[in-house]
């Protein structure tokens, strides 16, 4: 059973930077890809960042690339999305999930396991 838990979101200014963590309670974090995603009112679910098992491989959206950075702590099971220089654009309900598999997928519907999501709101 994979149980994933995001905490983290919050309202803050642009230009301010937010630390999301995501803890999966399930046995299998260990070896799986780990992804985030979000969604803003009206729109559908996009990519934001994906990290391999080991962490040594990190996927970013262009949007994000060079302001976010995924990371995870395997010890912990806990995986990161550090968010910096937030732009009003930022604004939506940010998702953890999981994938089965070696294979790090960048696409929503290659991910098996997801949170309920933790909102972040950036104000201009």
């Known amino acids: 059973q994979v149980q994933l838990v995001e905490s983290g979101g919050g309202l803050v200014q642009a230009g301010d930077s937010l630390r999301l963590s995501c803890i999966n309670s399930g046995r299998t974090f260990l070896w799986s890809p780990m992804g985030w995603f979000r969604q803003a009112p009206g729109t559908e679910r996009e990519f934001v960042a994906a990290i391999s098992k080991t962490g040594s491989n990190t996927y970013y959206s262009d949007s994000v690339k060079g302001r976010f950075t995924i990371s995870r702590d395997n010890a912990k099971n806990t995986v990161y999305l550090q968010a910096n220089s937030l732009k009003p654009e930022d604004t939506a309900t940010y998702y953890c999930?999981?994938?089965?598999?070696?294979?790090?997928?960048?696409?929503?519907?290659?991910?098996?396991?997801w949170g309920q999501g933790t909102q972040v709101t950036v104000s201009s």
């Open positions: 999930a999981a994938a089965r598999g070696t294979v790090v997928p960048t696409r929503r519907d290659d991910y098996d396991y």
